[in-house]
């Protein structure tokens, strides 16, 4: 099983970025697929999820109305559209696969990972 995240760089506050998580290896359809962060110093924490239908849809509260989750069944892949983007914003962002249908934050329920990419947001 591989999750490849992409998309991450270099942008100044209220900047837009758009990640990707290409995967292989596994039943798309058979897994809730999420994003976490991780910041210098800090614990990894949740910052959305998405069920395989589309039809659940879980957001910390951070993030509500800036970061939008979505995924293409087909691509099996998973994106993070995220807007008005702040330096608090800044950390290593991770892709992962819960085995299931219910979505959860804790990390320890998910599966698989991928390797991260860094978002940085300058003020």
């Known amino acids: 099983v591989q999750l490849q995240a992409s998309g991450g760089g270099l942008v100044q506050a209220g900047g837009s970025l758009r990640l990707s998580c290409a995967t292989s290896g596994l039943t798309f359809s058979s897994y809730v697929m999420g994003w976490f962060r991780q910041a210098p110093g800090k614990e990894r924490e949740f910052v959305a999820a998405v069920t395989w239908g589309g039809d659940g849809i879980s957001y910390a509260d951070f993030v509500k109305g800036r970061f939008t989750v979505f995924r293409d069944n087909t691509k099996e892949t998973v994106y993070l559209q995220m807007t008005s983007l702040k330096p608090e914003d800044t950390a290593v962002y991770y892709c992962?696969?819960?085995?299931?249908?219910?979505?959860?934050?804790?990390?320890?329920?998910?599966?698989?990972w991928g390797q991260g990419t860094q978002v940085t947001v300058s003020s």
């Open positions: 992962a696969a819960d085995y299931g249908v219910v979505i959860y934050t804790a990390a320890r329920k998910y599966n698989y």
